[in-house]
């Protein structure tokens, strides 16, 4: 079965809070046991001080370790006194009966002397260090506690501590704690899944409102938008996500604007097109060379527009071809001035050049330089106002070559000039008359500057019209 992302998140929480709990459940079972031990071996080396007291003051009574070695079961009795006095209940005659009984030579002990182990640990030496009591090895006890009478050391007394719990009572104790270990462990995990699945529907809920705006953004709802309701990565996904919507919202509509001004600028020639082949047909106007001059200068301009929007299909895909080497760009600008000087004069518009006379070479396709200052240059021709002017200028600067084309009136506003190289927009304006075009060229001047990695920009021009502003690098060997 599939599991949604809050479910995954609730799943993800409580396995890490069960992995957390579990550590901690074990450690403190770890902890409670060593503690525990650790606590018993320290109250039973207490209880051998109060025995070697004992001891101190049997071998005083009697003759010595002599007479304590054949009864051992006085030690024994010793032993289950001291053991006696830290509980609240003395030993009753029946358990005294079965020390005495059990005596430490039987191989296997009874279940009582199982509860009384700790005198099968001790070793009672004498003063010349040779065992009198206990059955464990005395090289395995580390520390040996004196035995005096009379402020004499007469023995020794060891005990070998105890590495697991054996008491019934201390065994019923941990036994209890780690009841009460497991019963916190599992209320925590339930109280870890009570607020995990709350926390993980909080931590989704961006998440669910991104992907309910997406489903709308692609069903074509570009004005849809998602409130910013943080700072952290969700945050920053729904301002892009904003900043998507915005841009798609905008292509659309420069989309449906290019559309309709296409269409436009087909029908207007269309619409010449059939008026006069049908005026020919109705012998309403005469087949003659100006009638053919006429039909041709429209199929001209509907030419030229197919062509911009082949030219500017194939720049958008990069699939126009680039053929670069070292060239003159001071040569190529020059050339495409000279070819539209004489439409210039014609339009009694002003051209005034400042190119230098030397190289300035630059990595780029001659070709597409070419066309580009074509373009350039012929909106300033078709746009520029009868007796305006034109100046031209090319230098070098930083590692590269900037040229200017500054035309006079009529000018753009700052609004339209941030879109002037917009793919689908079209300045509505006195630029564009009916002698211009679709608003291609300058779309296909961008793609051209950008591919020979400079830029273009358009600036407000101190002759009235309008500034562009062409930077690219100089050829490697001359940087």
């Known amino acids: 079965m599939k599991m949604n992302v809050t479910h995954r998140v609730f799943v993800a929480i409580l396995a890490a809070n069960a992995i957390i709990v579990l550590c901690m459940f074990l450690l403190m079972q770890w902890s409670m046991n060593r503690g525990f031990l650790k606590y018993v071996n320290q109250l039973e080396q207490n209880r051998m001080d109060r025995l070697a007291v004992k001891l101190g003051r049997a071998y005083g009574t009697g003759n010595g370790w002599e007479s304590l070695r054949k009864t051992p079961d006085e030690i024994a009795r010793l032993i289950s006194e001291t053991v006696a006095e830290d509980s609240t209940q003395p030993l009753s005659s029946v358990v005294a009966n079965e020390l005495k009984r059990d005596s430490l030579n039987h191989p296997e002990p009874s279940p009582l002397r199982r509860y009384f182990r700790l005198e099968?640990?001790?070793?009672?030496?004498?003063?010349?260090?040779?065992?009198?009591?206990?059955?464990?090895?005395?090289?395995?006890?580390e520390t040996f506690k004196p035995i005096d009478f009379?402020?004499?050391?007469?023995?020794?007394?060891?005990?070998?501590?105890?590495?697991?719990?054996?008491?019934?009572?201390?065994?019923?104790?941990?036994?209890?704690?780690?009841?009460?270990?497991?019963?916190?462990?599992?209320?925590?995990?339930?109280?870890?899944?009570?607020?995990?699945?709350?926390?993980?529907?909080?931590?989704?809920?961006?998440?669910?409102?991104?992907a309910?705006?997406?489903?709308?953004?692609?069903?074509?709802?570009?004005?849809?938008?998602?409130?910013?309701?943080?700072?952290?990565?969700?945050?920053?996904?729904?301002?892009?996500?904003?900043a998507l919507a915005l841009s798609l919202d905008k292509n659309e509509q420069a989309r449906r604007q290019f559309v309709a001004d296409i269409s436009h600028e087909l029908r207007?020639?269309?619409?010449?097109?059939?008026?006069?082949?049908?005026?020919i047909q109705d012998g309403v106007q005469d087949l003659s060379y100006e009638s053919i001059s006429s039909l041709q200068v429209e199929v001209f301009r509907i030419n030229r527009l197919v062509d911009d929007l082949y030219q500017l299909a194939l720049s958008d895909v990069g699939a126009l071809a680039y053929r670069k080497s070292e060239v003159n760009l001071s040569e190529i600008l020059t050339e495409s001035i000279n070819r539209v000087r004489p439409k210039f004069a014609e339009n009694k518009v002003s051209l005034h050049v400042d190119v230098p006379q030397g190289a300035v070479p630059v990595y780029a396709d001659a070709e597409r330089l070419a066309q580009l200052f074509g373009n350039l240059l012929e909106n300033s021709q078709k746009y520029t106002d009868t007796g305006g002017a034109l100046d031209v200028t090319l230098e070098s600067a930083n590692g590269g070559v900037i040229v200017d084309f500054k035309d006079s009136a009529p000018g753009v506003s700052e609004e339209e000039r941030g879109k002037l190289f917009d793919r689908l927009y079209r300045v509505e304006a006195s630029r564009c008359r009916?002698?211009?075009?679709?608003?291609?060229?300058?779309?296909?001047?961008?793609?051209?500057?950008?591919?020979?990695?400079?830029?273009?920009?358009?600036?407000?021009?101190?002759?009235?019209?309008?500034w562009i502003r062409i930077t690219l690098p100089l050829a490697e060997s001359h940087r």
Request: charged content about 20%; some cysteine; glycine content about 10%.
């Open 120 to 141: 099968r640990r001790i070793v009672v030496l004498n003063a010349r260090r040779e065992q009198i009591f206990g059955t464990s090895n005395p090289s395995d006890i």
């Open 150 to 210: 009379n402020g004499k050391v007469v023995g020794y007394l060891g005990l070998l501590p105890s590495k697991f719990l054996s008491d019934i009572h201390q065994l019923r104790f941990v036994k209890e704690q780690k009841l009460v270990f497991a019963f916190v462990a599992l209320l925590m995990l339930l109280v870890a899944a009570a607020i995990a699945l709350p926390l993980a529907r909080r931590l989704v809920r961006p998440l669910r409102k991104l």
């Open 268 to 279: 207007t020639p269309l619409a010449i097109l059939g008026g006069e082949i049908e005026a």
């Open 434 to 466: 009916a002698t211009g075009g679709a608003g291609l060229g300058l779309a296909i001047c961008r793609n051209i500057v950008e591919a020979h990695e400079g830029a273009i920009e358009a600036f407000p021009s101190p002759l009235g019209g309008v």
């Open 212 to 242: 309910a705006a997406t489903s709308h953004l692609s069903s074509g709802r570009y004005d849809i938008r998602v409130p910013v309701e943080s700072d952290d990565e969700f945050g920053h996904l729904s301002r892009d996500f904003n």
